[in-house]
């Protein structure tokens, strides 16, 4: 049987499609010719990536149905039509982590980091992973399984981890979820699924306010935490610092990279080995070969500029990764390209982002990127931003040139969606 990935390009969907080829299942899709980032580890596979098109799809296909996709999309009708089986994402993930132990990472942000940390500390002990930045990797006999679990319609609900971490907890997705209350009610519920240990990020107050029987390890930098850190140095673009767990020096650790959001991601991954019994000296060696994830804080160097490539497409997305450029520049200007996606967010979260984008030295907005049809939200553009901002205007991909005065600065290009695409036409033009 082959497996038929519509929407094969996604984020996690391309993850799937890659743990599903490397398990020996037969793994083909479709999706919008537009070239996206995930195609990378497709085409490494030689998985075949068609265009959308009814004639793509047979009564003989097992379907993979990405979220993004419902009945009028010309496949999803004509599997309907045909009677062909039919995964949502999330089901086919449950399916294939049944016989491994499944870590889920859960949290409104920094899921991806922490499961790329994650894959890499576990990597000598035999893991899987599926990363929500479009990587995957599995084989039959490995003992783990590293999944990043969105909260995205409470689609986390689908699996049955062994671990779950949380990572923080906040209000977003604002077109589905009512309020915060609503998001806590979600992890709440993701809690009660888990087999044994929640591990979770006591200094996030969301986090502690949540009530639940299970078994939860906090950490954090507060010595309130099960798991904590303390005599945190920066030194050449790395972090140290000692680890306490129940208030009993653990062990030292060098890490190869400086923020403090960092930090709380990588001290999740510790408390997992703590409570895995894995050799110490493991642990450290493979902190050391920890490498940023996918859009996720991506540096080069282009001319005398930095320019910095990130996914933050949230608020407090936004101020730590600003926060973590001024702090390992801090004689440099810093300037802050966004493009904000969804109107719905930039409605409910607009003086969040301008608070956060006030951070920069200056701060330029796209206009909103849009994939779906939101009702209700005719009025709201990216100058409910501009407006608040210290020192920002509006940016296209036609006003590029408005970045080539910058010298011996760092540009952050900042979105969930296609803001590569502004930075790649800057250094195109900028000869």
Avoid: W
């Amino acid at each position: 049987m082959k497996y038929y990935f519509i929407g094969i390009k996604g984020s996690g969907m391309s993850s799937l499609a890659c743990i599903m080829h490397d398990l020996g299942y037969e793994v083909l899709g479709s999706d919008k010719p537009e070239h996206f980032f995930t195609e990378i580890e497709l085409n490494k596979r030689n998985i075949k990536i068609l265009e959308f098109n009814e004639n793509n799809i047979n009564k003989d296909l097992i379907i993979i149905k990405g979220n993004a996709f419902g009945e009028e999309n010309v496949e999803v009708k004509k599997s309907l039509e045909l009677g062909c089986k039919i995964y949502s994402y999330q089901q086919m993930i449950d399916e294939i982590t049944k016989n491994y132990k499944l870590i889920a990472i859960s949290g409104c942000h920094g899921k991806t980091t922490t499961s790329t940390m994650m894959s890499k500390v576990l990597e000598p002990l035999g893991v899987n992973y599926l990363i929500g930045d479009g990587s995957g990797f599995a084989k039959k006999n490995n003992k783990y399984f590293v999944l990043e679990a969105c909260e995205y319609k409470r689609h986390f609900l689908e699996y049955h981890p062994y671990y779950s971490i949380i990572t923080n907890i906040e209000l977003d997705h604002t077109d589905y979820y009512k309020d915060l209350d609503d998001v806590k009610d979600a992890f709440i519920s993701f809690i009660n699924k888990t087999k044994d240990t929640i591990i979770a990020c006591g200094d996030d107050e969301n986090i502690r306010s949540i009530k639940t029987n299970k078994k939860i390890l906090y950490y954090g930098v507060n010595e309130n935490n099960d798991v904590y850190i303390k005599n945190i140095k920066v030194i050449d673009n790395k972090t140290t610092g000692d680890v306490y767990i129940n208030n009993e020096y653990f062990d030292t650790y060098t890490f190869p990279f400086v923020g403090d959001h960092l930090l709380l991601n990588v001290l999740s991954v510790i408390t997992v080995c703590f409570l895995e019994n894995i050799d110490k000296d493991t642990i450290k060696k493979q902190i050391l070969k920890i490498e940023p994830a996918k859009r996720r804080f991506i540096e080069e160097k282009f001319k005398s500029n930095i320019l910095i490539d990130d996914y933050a497409h949230h608020p407090t997305e936004l101020k730590v990764t600003i926060e973590a450029a001024r702090k390992k520049y801090p004689d440099k200007y810093i300037v802050a390209i966004f493009k904000p996606h969804t109107k719905s967010r930039v409605k409910y979260f607009y003086k969040e982002f301008a608070d956060a984008l006030n951070l920069a030295d200056k701060a330029y907005v796209t206009d909103i990127g849009e994939d779906r049809l939101e009702i209700g939200f005719d009025d709201v553009t990216s100058d409910d931003i501009i407006k608040l901002l210290n020192n920002g205007e509006n940016i296209s991909l036609e006003e590029v040139n408005k970045l080539f005065q910058y010298k011996n600065s760092v540009l952050l290009f900042m979105s969930s969606k296609d803001i590569y695409v502004l930075k790649d036409k800057y250094k195109e033009l900028n000869k």
